[in-house]
């Protein structure tokens, strides 16, 4: 059966501080591991990795995956209150299966 | 700006009326689209697949009569939650893209549709 998991499911860190995010994932059909941000609603689109060793960034986030290991991890650097919210990571090929969610909390 | 429209945000009604959402992909034709449901503190559950043109998929336990689908057109999908009662409660998310010419492209999310069934 298609998996993925996220570690660890919650966090709670202070301003400022790095965080690393995990998902590793076991599935049949791999096409590509996307990243989602959901505060209050729907998910937003964070980064979505097909390579292996290709690093992603968007301002102080950023993403890695390796395929060999299944794994995947996101890191935020000098993080800000605004950074609360649940990480969910997917794999999707054809449909989306989500892991548990990392809900990371970050207080002022 | 957004690239996949969900609508109502929310719905407050009684037990026993059928409520209808709808899914509309803004930017481009998905012949594809997914509902997901999620109930507090919990990831995203897929439910079904819409297909235009053709039969919903549904995911294992989900019932088909229960939630209603329809794909009438290539930017939009409908989810219906036939004589809702409070446990239908939750929040229903559609989604779009990822899938077909798109298959290289991220899934987008609507806003999502919070439901209370009183």
């Known amino acids: 059966e298609d998996k993925v998991v996220q570690s660890p499911l919650s966090l709670v860190v202070h301003e400022g501080d790095t965080v690393t995010l995990n998902c590793s994932y076991e599935?049949?059909?791999?096409?590509?591991l996307l990243w989602y941000k959901q505060e209050k609603k729907a998910p937003t689109f964070l980064f979505m990795l097909?390579?292996?060793?290709i690093e992603k960034k968007s301002g102080r986030l950023s993403s890695i995956l390796d395929k060999k290991e299944l794994f995947s991890i996101l890191n935020i650097t000098a993080t800000q209150t605004g950074d609360s919210a649940v990480y969910l990571c997917?794999?999707?090929?054809?449909?989306?299966?989500f892991g548990q969610g990392t809900e990371l909390s970050v207080k002022p | 700006g957004a690239v996949v429209s969900q609508h109502p945000s929310w719905v407050i009604c009684k037990s026993g009326t059928s409520v209808k959402i709808e899914c509309r992909s803004l930017?481009?034709?998905?012949?594809?689209m997914f509902w997901y449901r999620q109930f507090p503190k919990q990831s995203l559950m897929l439910m079904a697949t819409?297909?235009?043109?053709?039969?919903?998929?549904?995911e294992q336990g989900v019932e088909k009569d229960k939630f209603l689908i329809n794909h009438a057109s290539l930017t939009l999908s409908t989810l219906t939650v036939t004589s809702a009662h409070p446990e239908d409660s939750s929040f229903y998310i559609c989604?779009?893209?990822?899938?077909?010419?798109?298959?290289?492209?991220?899934?987008?999310f609507g806003d999502g549709t919070r439901l209370s069934i009183l």
């Open positions: 989604s779009a893209g990822g899938t077909g010419q798109y298959s290289n492209q991220p899934q987008h």
């Open positions: 599935v049949t059909n791999f096409r590509s």
């Open positions: 097909t390579s292996s060793g």
């Open positions: 997917a794999n999707q090929g054809g449909k989306l299966i």
């Open positions: 930017d481009f034709q998905a012949t594809t």
């Open positions: 819409s297909n235009e043109g053709s039969k919903a998929t549904y």
